[in-house]
């Protein structure tokens, strides 16, 4: 494979033009294209995928596109001047429509297949042809990759039309799950939690599709009307879309030798993988044996990272198949999340997504996306069986590796030099009983507070003496071990920490819902207000905004359909 040098540069983005001149196509340059694809892109009925990489596909725009938001973060991180998303050329691009780009951008995007694993078990039956041949980006495509100061980026239409993956769906995505998507992306970035990124959303003022979703004021548990939904495209970017679910295509292809090209496509993706994601960390002059060696420990590292991450700020992914899972460590996929308001350890948003999914349960599933991580590297070890010996056992040290992140993560929400396994446990125990917010709660204990009235606010209901009294007794114990004595510079610098990890303004779908409801009516205001406020989640913001966002969730929202549980239709 091509190594491509990245040189640090200083870029300014004006127009698509300036854009155009940073593009390096290193998937489609490098890896095989599907030989039953057409050259032109137009390949949008479901159909199975044999062997290649990639299948050219070109989106399908939306007619007559509106501008509803763009992230002013990221384009300042990428050089881009905000004027450029105003320009015609980029609202075309990036509502989906590639057929006048600027040399030398490409005029077709791709997409890619990948396999489903759900929870260590591999799957066909969803595959319309029974084969798992027709699993893969079925509303996504790659429209462009650049290299802009530095950093390799690829840019990602969802929403943009079928593809061959499919499988007899309309390729389009909902103004509201680009509206979750979009803002979800923004907040995690803001949190430290690594992530896909948000580049733009526009919607279609035209076109509309039905989805099913909730009546107003329903508890019922899955959606019980067909809603019209204005369509949007959402433009999400990361270094790669590279999936644990694509590394399970390829090796379940070489294992049953599907096509005589099988073994050396899966040694291509992993090598495209390594270039891609960790070039840092896996010296390419190795053999390939030690390679996957040490692509695989770099895995584990940012895996078990991103879930300590997750859990530090209650979020739960709800739908962590393998297909979902990134192989470069970052969140990816915003359908069926949540974020935990009132405590509970076994919190699932996804009316689909069964405990085994849920908030405290989020290591066990990556340990099995690791698992088959590591599972789609054997092919390309079994001529060394050292080498097959010490990929098992990188894989049985996951569980010990994701308990010393837990650990670390639970110390620094605590402001504690060492974890407390006794203390913690007791604690969770009193959130449970007393439903506690959990962003509230962790906030407001950052201030040290000496006793249980300063947590009041974070109690969804009254307390009883008893726990009261229980609550008192943790609140002393956790002073002994912070061992601040009375030295109040001490008790700041730790309070300050605690700040830094412990979110005040979390994602609330209630809040979020009216954002999205007034947009499909044309009011992007709330957007704006809601990423103005997500993106700064650890800082202490105006009055104004404390008293509406800093809030309980009322009792009217729980178990509402829509809000405290949805299913992932989008």
């Known amino acids: 494979m091509a190594n491509q040098p990245i040189t640090d540069v200083s870029t ?38 044999f062997s290649g990489h990639y299948v050219p596909v070109k989106p399908t725009a939306l007619p007559n596109p509106k501008y509803v938001v763009h992230s002013n973060r990221f384009f300042t991180e990428l050089g881009f001047d905000d004027s450029l998303v105003k320009t015609e050329a980029f609202a075309r691009l990036f509502s989906g429509d590639i057929s006048d780009v600027p040399a030398p951008m490409r005029k077709v995007g791709w997409a890619t297949g990948y396999a489903l694993s759900i929870y260590g078990t591999e799957y066909i039956q969803q595959c319309p042809f029974r084969t798992g041949n027709g699993y893969g980006d079925g509303r996504a495509m790659s429209v462009l990759e650049a290299v802009i100061n530095g950093n390799r980026w690829e840019m ?31 907040h995690m970035h803001a949190l430290g939690v690594p992530t896909s990124r948000s ?27 067909n809603v019209a939904n204005p369509v949007a495209i959402s433009t999400r970017v990361a270094p790669s879309f590279l999936r644990v679910g694509q590394l399970e295509l390829f090796a379940r292809r070489a294992r049953y030798n599907t096509h005589a090209d ?56 709800g739908n962590f198949n393998s297909d979902n899972c990134a192989c470069g460590g970052y969140t990816l996929d915003y359908g069926p999340f949540g974020f935990t308001e009132c405590f509970e350890p076994y919190f699932q948003p996804w ?19 690791f698992d088959m991580f590591c599972k789609s590297l054997q092919p390309l070890l079994t001529s060394d069986l050292l080498a097959l010996e010490s990929l098992e056992q990188i894989e049985q040290e996951f569980d010990a590796v ?92 730790i309070a300050s920490s605690m700040q830094q990890v412990n979110l005040k303004y979390s994602w609330r779908e209630w809040l979020v819902v009216p954002a999205y409801q007034l947009a499909s009516q044309g009011d992007f205001s709330l957007v704006h207000e809601l990423q103005q406020v997500l993106t700064q989640p650890y800082e202490e913001q105006t009055t104004e905004v404390e008293t509406k966002y800093n809030r309980l969730k009322p009792q009217v929202y729980f178990d509402a359909g829509g809000v405290s549980h949805y299913s992932c239709s989008s």
């Open 402 to 493: 994701m308990e010393r992140k837990m650990k670390a993560m639970w110390a620094s929400k605590l402001g504690l030099k060492s974890f407390d396994d006794e203390l913690l446990n007791q604690l969770l125990d009193l959130m449970r009983q007393t439903f506690v917010d959990y962003t509230t709660f962790f906030r407001e204990l950052s201030s040290i507070p000496e006793n249980i009235a300063a947590l009041s606010k974070s109690f969804y209901g009254p307390l009883t003496k008893p726990l009261s009294e229980k609550w008192t007794a943790w609140l002393q114990k956790w002073h002994g071990l912070l061992n601040i004595d009375g030295d109040d510079k001490q008790a700041s610098d």
């Open 156 to 186: 990602q239409l969802k929403g943009g039309g079928p593809t061959p993956y499919c499988r007899g769906g309309d390729g389009r995505a909902v103004l509201r799950s680009s509206i979750r998507e979009f803002l979800a992306q923004e």
């Open 351 to 369: 009316t689909g997504g069964g405990q085994h999914f849920s908030f405290f349960n989020q290591g066990a599933a990556a340990k099995t996306n």
């Open 262 to 317: 099988a073994l050396k496509e899966l040694e291509m993706i992993v090598h495209h993988l390594i270039e891609r994601e960790y070039s840092k960390e896996v010296n390419q002059a190795l053999p390939l044996t030690e390679q996957i060696l040490q692509l695989a420990a770099a895995f584990c590292e940012r895996l078990t990272t991103l879930v300590s991450h997750w859990m530090r700020v209650g979020y739960c992914q």
């Open 12 to 49: 300014s983005v004006y127009t698509l033009e300036d854009l155009a001149k940073l593009t390096d196509y290193s998937l489609m340059d490098n890896l095989n294209c599907d030989p039953d694809a057409t050259e032109t892109g137009d390949d949008y009925e479901p159909r199975q995928v």
């Open 199 to 225: 580049l733009c959303l526009f919607v279609s003022e035209s076109e509309q599709v039905l989805r099913p979703w909730y009546s107003e004021g329903s508890y019922a548990t899955n959606p019980d009307r």
